[in-house]
């Protein structure tokens, strides 16, 4: 069974504009991480955040901000005033059972 | 330099030959995964290992055996490489940071990738 969903396969928008990556996960254990990372057209996979399943506070770093969502298994990821460099594949993972579970990504074009 | 290395970087290889595929950790993280990447599959875990004497299957093993030589070493083989097993593999360490093992941020080495023809 897929333990994260990343709906969105392609995402194109124009720079300055805002974007939210959705981010929708299945488990049954109690305590669990949810991660973001980002991957570049250079390949590698740059991890951006982690948050753990008893903080339900929104975070915020400069331009990136994530809104965790216990009652619908979200976890979103929004983009503000998105660059050009913020193209790349953005993966949701969620860590549970005792594997990581990766989404199949979503990828994020900001046109010029 | 970076903190999870892969050699080599790119392959190319034919149909029925062995690879092996290495990775190397400056992190001193006792946990060591290799994943495969497929384009519209996101990442597979293939096997991992969280000790030195520690060796597990992740969701798509078959085809596949590792070697955890040391804490920072942990190789990926292909006994007999085919066409399908053509995909960007990714090394990732991690460390339990609390008594939960699940509280793992998983760090990615840059990635290998293979085409076998």
């Known amino acids: 069974a897929q333990k994260v969903t990343q709906a969105q396969t392609e995402i194109s928008v124009v720079e300055k504009e805002d974007v939210t990556l959705d981010c929708v996960y299945e488990?049954?254990?109690?305590?669990?991480?949810l991660f973001w990372y980002k991957q570049p057209p250079s390949g590698e996979l740059v991890f951006l955040i982690r948050?753990?399943?008893?903080?339900?506070q929104n975070e915020i770093s400069g331009r990136y901000s994530w809104n965790f969502q216990k009652s619908t298994s979200s976890f979103n990821f929004t983009i503000t005033a998105s660059q050009v460099v913020d193209s790349a594949v953005y993966f949701c993972?969620?860590?549970?059972?005792?594997?990581?579970?990766f989404g199949t990504g979503t990828s994020l074009t900001v046109i010029p | 330099d970076a903190d999870v290395t892969q050699t080599p970087r790119n392959r190319i290889t034919k149909t029925g030959k062995r690879i092996m595929l290495e990775c190397s950790q400056t992190?001193?993280?006792?946990?060591m995964y290799w994943y495969r990447q497929d384009p519209g599959l996101g990442l597979r875990l293939i096997y991992y290992?969280?000790?030195?004497?520690?060796?597990n299957k992740g969701e798509i093993s078959d085809g596949y055996s590792v070697s955890r030589q040391a804490q920072a070493k942990f190789s990926l083989s292909l006994e007999s490489a085919i066409p399908n097993q053509t995909a960007l593999y990714f090394c990732?360490?991690?460390?339990?940071?609390?008594?939960?093992?699940?509280?793992?941020?998983?760090?990615f080495g840059p990635g290998t990738r293979l085409t076998v023809l």
């Open positions: 990732a360490t991690s460390d339990l940071l609390g008594t939960h093992w699940n509280t793992d941020t998983q760090y």
């Open positions: 488990t049954r254990d109690t305590t669990y991480y």
């Open positions: 948050r753990n399943s008893f903080d339900e």
């Open positions: 993972a969620v860590n549970t059972g005792n594997q990581f579970y």
């Open positions: 992190k001193g993280h006792d946990r």
């Open positions: 290992s969280f000790d030195v004497k520690d060796i």
